[in-house]
């Protein structure tokens, strides 16, 4: 018994002791599991090239209630284009169209401003993943690369915000390390600083991304980054933003220098102006020359999703009844069309319109137009998108009474490609330009101008017009007998106050209906008084009898508020005292 | 303790702690999803070569990020009561008190703009306290001429209140600008808003208010910190969502062979949010240009001053629409549930069909409901569209052999 009692006793020992060690050693590795089923943070993280791709992929995130080509705050705010719809009350735009009406508590401004956070999510994880792993992964050059190209992507949103909202928290890789969003102020930095933040960004993608050809490659590129940085630096060259200290008088000559300096690496690239204007915006010619960035989209007949990767950012603004699912949204306005007048081939400065009027097919009378108002703005009696067999009636407008008959064409197909509808919605497969080589062109000019070099600007211009001119007979031939356009002679550039109306008056026409509008007249320091008068002028709008946009008589542009858009109430008010609102609000 | 009038006496009290972990297993984790194409606006999928057609490149998108520190949520309660049966069982009743305290609650709050994709995550957060009393009483007893009746009644109350907020959460739950849940005592779900003080009559009005697209005929928001601006810290509690107090009475009474049964309930002292509101005294907060309420026909117009509802309009400049006092009403009732009167037939014709037990009764519900003048929709209950409250009539017969 005594034996017994002791090997128990031993028996017992024995296990306490390998009890106790394996306590002491291991207890924590066999109770941790990994989740099963799911991608988490290790997994994803050490998978930097996935996670680039993601940050990609958002640039076609978008939806109507918060586009990120801008298309109500570039567009409809301005002087080019009117809402659309139904009436004034279809989706929560109309302050944006009369400025008057416009506070902070608009769902869209809120939507808008935590989408393009997103963005800047993305790209933050890309960029720590790439830290962590990609030298592992990738090799040292590639992970320079895809640094640069995330530092695009993530400058590219910061650039819409800032541009937006002005006053904005800035959120990079460290404030995401250490979760410190929540205690991230929107007013730390200025908007100069904040501006040159963005500028640091697009300089560092600069230095280190890759030339590329056209239709090589959907990432970002070298002279993408250049066009960007131009563009940048344009902005700031003509001041502070607010009227009171933009425009003519606050030029920076240093900054219109940077601008010249960077469209020389676009102009000396390989891209170029496409030979016809209409080829730019038909799907078939995505990625051309023409193209130096731009969202990419596909249909969902061939890209295995389950709606398309379409651009959902115009998806309202297809012509109505003639597409089953097109809202008839972002319509060109009659001073849009006003501004196509030509007279002797060249634009009427001066009274272009004292008189409302709009050509029609195959009724040529002594008012002769520029050949990009064809391609630009869809009107009653002539082919849709250059189809005679879809040609627009006046049927084709939702609510005339209100917002005429005009419709957008650049942002849509043509007709007979079929639908692409994705019920109720429109899910056009059309890429969204981000930069295009002629917008470039005119930063250049643009900065010419100021700085004095009225030649070289004439030249772009007039290359510009002459590609408008060659661009009649392929897809607009119906309409030859009413284009006139000629190029600038000498005299128009003699003196810079003309040589800056032409540019300016080019600009309008070359890039109408591309959602730029109101952020050009802003930058320029002209917004209050252009758009005004446009209010005052644009009430009395009339198509063949109808009266239409008498809403324009509440509008009203305050300047040293309406410069810049709200900061969104939800966001004010989520953490009282974090984010201070901008001026006027 | 051996009273003749006492028959059942009893004394209780209970303590309990409770633990609650029922979320996702894999709610601690930071979480990615693949999201080819599934939805519109979420995906990872880019045509970074330019194929146009085919399978994209793709990579992962943040649903969730991670929270090392979460841990179970702990409820516990304490309860102390009395049950009685008095006067040879005809007065009976019961008392309770209680006190519930939760901590650690598992919450999965909003979160700000400035995060970006997969800032929700899993957090250990509030701390709730929820303490109330139950009261019954009823009384039965026969009459001299033979009618049978048992009357009861019960009343119970509670008061809430959330007793402790994390710091970085406290925006995703109601607060004003000065003061957020835990500092206002107030219970959860309570409504933050602007407090309507009648209409504007006129354009001086309007124009000395400092109030941002304010309108004549149009709701005119109190400035309660006088400032002379109307802004977020103009706004205040004005919606509490626990009711004073709810009660319910039954009534039973028996008379030889009939049997009537009546079940009254009701709330005493309860806010409602009425949303019904938005189309009976508006035209153009929801649904512009469909068919509205016929409030509205006595809308505020010069013509007619004194009228409480806003001015037509088919634009909402104004935003009205903001959470105010103008949608918030006393949500108190006292509704008749159950009604119901049958009748046993006797045993002397039973016995002839051999039947044991026959009744027939015709029974109702939801007959009536008393509730305040203030009330614009119809039902307490359902200030929304929820489908309303049905009132049914049914016949019945129960049979035994």
């Given at each position: 018994m005594k034996i017994m009692k002791t090997i128990y006793k031993m028996l017992l020992a024995g296990v306490m002791c390998w009890g106790m060690t394996t306590t002491f050693t291991s207890c924590d590795d066999f109770i941790d599991v990994e989740p099963k089923g799911v991608i988490n943070e290790d997994l994803a993280g050490s998978q930097p090239e996935e996670m680039v791709t993601a940050a990609y992929a958002m640039?076609?995130?978008?939806?109507?209630?918060?586009?990120f080509n801008l298309w109500p705050y570039?567009?409809?705010?301005?002087?080019?284009?009117m809402k659309g719809g139904?009436?004034?009350?279809?989706?929560?735009?109309h302050p944006m169209e009369i400025?008057?009406?416009?506070?902070?508590?608009?769902?869209e401004l809120d939507e808008l401003w935590y989408r393009l956070y997103c963005n800047i999510s993305r790209c933050n994880r890309a960029l720590v993943a790439l830290h962590d792993f990609g030298e592992g992964t990738l090799g040292v050059e590639l992970t320079r690369q895809r640094e640069a190209e995330v530092l695009f992507l993530r400058a590219h949103s910061y650039y819409k915000l800032v541009q937006m909202f002005r006053k904005i928290p800035w959120i990079d890789e460290e404030v995401y390390r250490t979760n410190g969003q929540e205690q991230t102020?929107?007013?730390?930095?200025?908007y100069e600083e904040l501006m040159q933040k963005v500028i640091a960004d697009f300089q560092k993608a600069y230095e280190n991304l890759p030339t590329a050809d056209p239709n090589s490659t959907g990432r970002a590129h070298k002279v993408a980054a250049a066009a960007y940085l131009a563009k940048c630096y344009l902005v700031l060259a003509w001041g502070d933003g607010y009227e009171a200290k933009t425009g003519v008088t606050h030029i920076n000559q240093e900054y219109m220098k940077k601008v010249v300096e960077y469209t020389d690496v676009v102009k000396n690239s390989s891209y170029g102006y496409l030979e016809?204007?209409?080829?730019?915006?038909l799907p078939e010619y995505k990625?051309?020359?023409?193209?130096?960035?731009a969202v990419q989209t596909s249909d969902k007949a061939e890209d295995n999703?389950?709606?398309?990767?379409?651009?959902w950012s115009n998806m309202l603004n297809g012509c109505w009844k003639m597409w089953?699912?097109?809202?008839?949204?972002h319509k060109p306005t009659q001073n849009l069309v006003n501004a196509f007048k030509t007279k002797d081939g060249l634009p009427?400065?001066?009274?272009?319109?004292a008189v409302i009027a709009y050509p029609q097919n195959g009724a040529p009378n002594a008012q002769k137009w520029d050949p990009r108002l064809f391609h630009t703005v869809g009107m009653p009696t002539f082919p849709y998108k250059y189809e005679v067999e879809s040609t627009m009636t006046k049927?084709?407008?939702?609510n005339p009474s209100t917002y005429g008959y005009y419709t957008s064409l650049k942002e849509v197909p043509q007709r007979s490609k079929g639908e692409t509808y994705d019920n109720p919605w429109q899910a056009f497969a059309m890429n969204d330009y981000v930069f295009r080589y002629t917008d470039v062109m005119l930063m250049r000019a643009e900065a010419l101008v100021e700085l004095n070099q009225l030649n070289e600007a004439m030249q772009i211009i007039n290359d510009i017009r002459q590609r408008a001119k060659n661009s009649?007979?392929?897809?607009i031939g119906y309409a030859a007998n009413q284009c006139e356009i000629a190029l600038y002679p000498n005299s128009y550039f003699a003196d810079k106050e003309t040589a800056r109306k032409c540019l300016r008056w080019e600009r309008r026409l070359e890039l109408a209906?591309?959602?730029?509008r109101f952020f050009d007249l802003r930058r320029w320091g002209i917004a209050s008084q252009t758009l005004n008068r446009f209010f005052e002028k644009e009430q009395n709008a009339v198509y063949d009898g109808q009266a239409y946009?008498?809403?324009?008589?509440?509008a009203h542009f305050s300047a040293g508020k309406n410069e810049y858009y709200p900061v969104p109430f939800n966001q004010l008010y989520y953490?009282?005292?974090?984010y201070t609102q901008n001026a006027g609000y | 303790m051996n009273q003749e009038w006492i028959d059942d006496l009893k004394l209780r009290a209970s303590w309990g702690q409770t633990g609650n972990?029922?979320?996702?297993?894999?709610?601690r984790y930071g979480l990615y999803v693949a999201d080819?194409?599934?939805?519109?606006?979420?995906?990872?999928?880019?045509?970074l070569n330019l194929l146009g057609s085919g399978i994209f490149p793709s990579g992962f998108r943040s649903i969730q990020t991670a929270n090392n520190d979460l841990k179970w949520e702990t409820t516990e309660q304490y309860n102390i009561g009395m049950d009685f049966t008095l006067l040879r069982n005809s007065l009976y009743g019961t008392v309770d008190l209680y006190k519930k305290k939760v901590k650690d609650m598992l919450i999965s709050p909003a979160y700000l703009?400035?995060?970006?994709?997969?800032g929700n995550s899993w957090a250990n957060g509030p701390s709730l306290q929820n303490w109330g009393m139950e009261f019954a009483l009823g009384y039965r007893n026969k009459t001299s001429f033979g009618l049978g009746y048992n009357i009861n009644g019960n009343l119970d109350f509670f008061r809430s209140k959330v007793t402790y907020l994390p710091e970085t959460a406290t925006g995703s739950y109601a607060h004003t600008s000065k003061e957020n849940l835990v500092e206002s005592g107030r219970p959860y779900g309570s409504i933050v808003g602007y407090v309507v003080d009648?209409?504007?009559?006129n354009r001086e009005e309007v124009l000395a208010?400092?109030?941002?697209?304010?309108?004549?005929?149009g709701l005119k928001y109190a400035?309660?910190?006088?400032?002379?601006v109307i802004n977020q810290?103009?706004?205040?509690?004005?919606?509490?969502?626990?009711?004073?107090f709810s009660w319910g009475l039954n009534v039973e009474l028996t008379y030889k062979d009939f049997d009537l049964t009546m079940f009254w309930q009701g709330v005493a002292g309860q806010d409602v949010y009425n949303n019904q509101k938005f189309q009976t005294d508006f035209?153009?907060?929801?649904?512009?240009g469909s068919n509205k309420g016929?409030?509205?026909?006595d809308a505020w117009t010069t013509a007619n001053t004194g009228s409480t509802i806003p001015a037509l309009t088919t634009n909402n400049t104004g935003n009205e629409?903001?959470?105010?006092?103008?949608?918030?009403?006393?949500g108190s009732y006292a509704k008749l549930r159950t009604l119901q009167f049958g009748y046993n037939v006797p045993d002397r014709w039973l016995k002839k069909v051999k039947m044991s037990r026959a009744r027939v009764y015709v029974s109702g519900h939801n007959l009536l409901t008393v509730k305040s003048g203030?009330?614009?929709?119809?039902?307490p209950e359902n200030p929304?569209?929820?489908y309303p409250n049905s009132t049914s009539l049914s016949f019945g017969l129960q049979l035994g052999f």
């Open positions: 640039l076609g995130n978008c939806w109507y209630t918060y586009p570039g567009d409809v705010a301005s002087d080019d284009a139904s009436g004034t009350t279809d989706t929560g735009y400025w008057s009406a416009l506070t902070s508590t608009p769902g102020r929107n007013d730390v930095f200025s016809d204007f209409g080829d730019i915006f990625n051309s020359k023409e193209s130096i960035f999703t389950k709606f398309g990767r379409a651009n089953s699912c097109g809202w008839d949204f009427m400065f001066d009274d272009y319109d049927d084709n407008s939702r009649v007979a392929k897809h209906m591309e959602n730029g946009a008498q809403y324009y008589k509440d953490v009282p005292g974090l | 972990q029922a979320i996702s297993n894999n709610a080819y194409g599934d939805d519109r606006v979420t995906s990872t999928a880019y045509d703009g400035s995060m970006g994709e997969g009648g209409l504007f009559q208010s400092g109030q941002e697209n304010a309108r004549v005929g400035d309660l910190d006088g400032n002379g810290d103009d706004q205040t509690w004005i919606f509490n969502p626990v009711p004073n035209f153009s907060l929801t649904d512009p016929n409030r509205m026909l629409g903001r959470a105010s006092s103008y949608f918030v009403e006393n203030e009330l614009t929709c119809s039902d929304n569209w929820a």
